[in-house]
């Protein structure tokens, strides 16, 4: 079936530098993409979600980048902070509001 | 508002008992999933509710039953557990809004079949 996955499953990144986390999609007919973050031992947490007719949308410290051509979606966090270590998984949605979840990232930050 | 709440927090079931996953959310959405996730590995589908009275299967059925008697509550019923579920259950709801819908996630269920 239709799926969402991730390039690299663990990020190392030094404190104060950006991170770029990665996902593929191969459901060209989602709405939607949403990032969600999950700390360990707890729930997935919204992030950013971008609409499928868009390529780029901002929010505090992070950045969602949407290239339809290619099917591929990042996440950008700018000035990566302890508190960012997590994991980060993509979502696509479509409808019935149907997330399909990519497999995760984990992101290391490094003081 | 509490948000989406989920009990039990831990459960240890032997082979072949059943029991019943509770979830409650007080922000009146429409929408709500239970998800699985095994170690380091992605969240998946088990089953969804577009409203009370309505659900439907998702990824990973097998094994598992809801229902939906009300807006607020969708809880998640396993019969005769196997080791193979085995894994940490999500509930999540979502408002639905012009056509995309952010879910919002309870704690988790860790359960463990043996």
Known sequence: GESVGLHLPTLSVQEGDNSIINCAYSNSASDYFIWYKQESGKGPQFIIDIRSNMDKRQGQRVTVLLNKTVKHLSLQIAATQPGDSAVYFCAEGAAGNKLTFGGGTRVLVKP | ?114
């Open chain 2, 1 to 114: 508002n509490a948000g989406v709440t989920q009990t039990p927090k831990f459960r240890i079931l032997k082979i072949g008992q059943s029991m019943t996953l509770q979830c409650t959310q007080d922000m009146n959405h429409n929408y709500m999933y239970w998800y699985r996730q095994d170690p380091g590995m992605g969240l998946k589908l088990i089953y969804y509710s577009v409203g009370a009275g309505i659900t439907d299967k998702g990824e990973v059925p097998n094994g598992y039953n809801v229902s939906r008697s009300t807006t607020e509550d969708f809880p998640l019923r396993l019969e005769l557990a196997a080791p193979s579920q085995t894994s940490v259950y999500f509930c999540a709801s979502s408002p639905l809004l012009d056509g995309m819908g952010e879910q919002y996630f309870g704690p988790g269920t860790r359960l463990t079949v043996t």
